[in-house]
C-alpha cells in the first residue's frame, strides 16, 4: 500500500468517499514537508487552510501580553490541525501552530474545501464526522483540565501519546498540563520512586 493509499484510509476511517471525489480532494491540496519549528499559522493572521498531519508533531499555542506561551494541544499522526474558529469567522488567529519535528502534512485550502462540501453530500458528511471527532477530543480536554489533579492529567498524556518524553521537550509537556517544568520534574520523580 503505496502512502496516498495510506491518507485515503484514514479519510475513509471517518466516512466513506467515493475515489473521483478523493482526486478533487487531493486537487486543493498540497502535499508539503515542513522543518521543525516552523509556524504554519501564525497569531493574528487570518487563516485560509487547514491542514491533515501524516507525519511529525505539531503545536497549537497562546501567547499572553508578557510573552509566555500557553500549550492548548499536541498533534499528531493523523490528524487534522488549524485554527477552525477564525476559518469559520475568517478573523485572525489567536493560536500559532507550530510544528516541533520535522513535518508532513496536507496543506488543504479551507474554503475550496468548503465549497466541494456543498457540491458533494460525501464530503459533508466526511466534514462533520471529522467535526465531531475533534470536538469529542476537545471535551475530553476540558473535562480532564477540570476533574484530574496534575499527575493524573501527565498519565493520561502518556496514555494519549506513547512516546511523549521523546517527542516532546518537558517545558511544552509542563505549560500543557498547567504546571511548572519543576513541578513536572518532580511528578516524573515520585513515579520513576515506583
Not at 511523549?164 to 519543576?182: D, F, M, R
Amino acid at each position: 500500500m503505496n502512502q496516498k493509499d495510506c491518507h485515503v484510509n484514514y479519510l475513509n476511517s471517518f466516512s466513506s468517499i467515493p475515489n473521483e471525489i478523493v482526486e478533487e480532494l487531493f486537487n486543493i491540496s498540497e502535499f508539503k514537508t515542513i522543518k521543525a519549528g516552523k509556524q504554519i499559522v501564525k497569531e493574528n493572521e487570518v487563516p485560509t487552510k487547514v491542514y491533515m498531519l501524516t507525519s511529525g508533531v505539531v503545536r497549537c499555542y497562546l501567547s499572553s501580553e508578557s510573552g509566555k506561551e500557553y500549550n492548548k494541544n499536541f498533534y499528531l499522526p493523523y490528524s487534522f490541525v488549524g485554527p477552525l474558529t477564525s476559518l469559520i469567522d475568517r478573523k485572525p488567529s489567536q493560536f500559532v501552530y507550530e510544528t516541533l519535528l520535522d513535518s508532513e502534512m496536507y496543506e488543504i485550502d479551507y474554503y475550496k474545501f468548503s465549497m466541494l462540501c456543498k457540491k458533494h453530500e460525501s464530503l459533508n458528511i466526511l466534514y462533520t464526522k471529522i467535526l465531531e471527532s475533534v470536538y469529542r477530543v476537545y471535551e475530553k480536554r476540558l473535562v480532564d483540565l477540570i476533574s484530574l489533579d496534575a499527575k493524573s492529567r501527565y498519565f493520561e498524556l502518556c496514555n494519549q501519546i506513547p512516546n511523549l518524553e521523546t517527542l516532546i521537550p518537558q517545558y511544552h509537556i509542563a505549560s500543557y498540563l498547567g504546571i511548572t517544568p519543576v513541578q513536572l520534574s518532580r511528578i516524573r520523580n515520585k513515579i520513576e520512586i515506583y
